[in-house]
T-cell receptor, first 114, second 112 residues
Framework: DTEVTQTPKHLVMGMTNKKSLKCEQH?????MYWYKQKAKKPPELMFV???????INESVPSRFSPECPNSSLLNLHLHALQPEDSALYLC?????????????FGQGTRLTVV | QQQVKQSPQSLIVQKGGISIINCAYE??????FPWYQQFPGKGPALLIA?????SEKKEGRFTISFNKSAKQFSLHIMDSQPGDSATYFC???????????FGEGTQLTVNP
């Protein structure tokens, strides 16, 4: 199983809502990532978890709150988002945090903030 | 500061032709160079990767050429097929670090 599963696939939320994005992998990978991707742009790294601990936060606004409940799950909690936060949110995992190990990406959650 | 420059932004190739995408980097500490392929509505998928100790790597119809002195690398897709139509991102990283630096992407269209 080389799959990273993200739910939901699509999400529309208002600026006052609270929602969560979920990511799951069963490859035994110890590094997990959240990326944000705008249309026709490359993915931008948001957070890196290594062995269930947050190791990198790329100065992401606090309205995005990551959580890693266990080695297979990664959540991204969303609160008070802005319309400019509308994007494709990608989860990825890799065997180790060093990036010469292949990163497997999920299909992403298409988020629209209204 | 954009550390990986990718060109062209878009590319149209006829079926059976050769697609060539170029990337240039600035950081001499980069030591791992993957290429990702992304179809609409999907996440990126690793296509092929190279380290600077070799000048070329081939996997099927996909070849990476690497020029360390020029700090450039390129992806060649031989016998391009309509199914290759996707966005391609080059990337670079220091394997001692945790961040991939992506190029801006190339939207490839292969016409039947």
């Amino acid at each position: 199983d080389t799959e990273v599963t993200q739910t939901p696939k699509h999400l529309v939320m208002g600026m006052t809502n609270k929602k969560s994005l979920k990511c799951e992998q069963h490859m035994g990978h110890r590094a997990m990532y959240w990326y944000k991707q705008k249309a026709k742009k490359p993915p931008e790294l948001m957070f890196v978890y290594s062995y269930e601990k947050l190791s990198i936060n790329e100065s992401v606004p606090s309205r995005f709150s990551p959580e890693c409940p266990n080695s297979s799950l990664l959540n991204l909690h969303l609160h008070a988002l802005q319309p400019e936060d509308s994007a494709l949110y990608l989860c990825a995992s890799s065997q180790g945090v060093h990036t010469d190990t292949e990163a497997f990406f999920g299909q992403g959650t298409r988020l629209t903030v209204v | 500061q954009q550390q990986v420059k990718q060109s062209p932004q878009s590319l149209i190739v006829q079926k059976g032709g050769i697609s060539i995408i170029n990337c240039a980097y600035e950081n001499t500490a980069f030591d791992y160079f993957p290429w990702y392929q992304q179809f609409p509505g999907k996440g990126p998928a690793l296509l092929i990767a190279i380290r600077p100790d070799v000048s070329e790597k081939k996997e099927g119809r996909f070849t990476i050429s690497f020029n360390k002195s020029a700090k450039q690398f390129s992806l060649h897709i031989m016998d391009s097929q309509p199914g290759d139509s996707a966005t391609y991102f080059c990337a670079a990283t220091e394997t001692s670090g945790s961040r991939l630096t992506f190029g801006e992407g190339t939207q490839l269209t292969v016409n039947p």
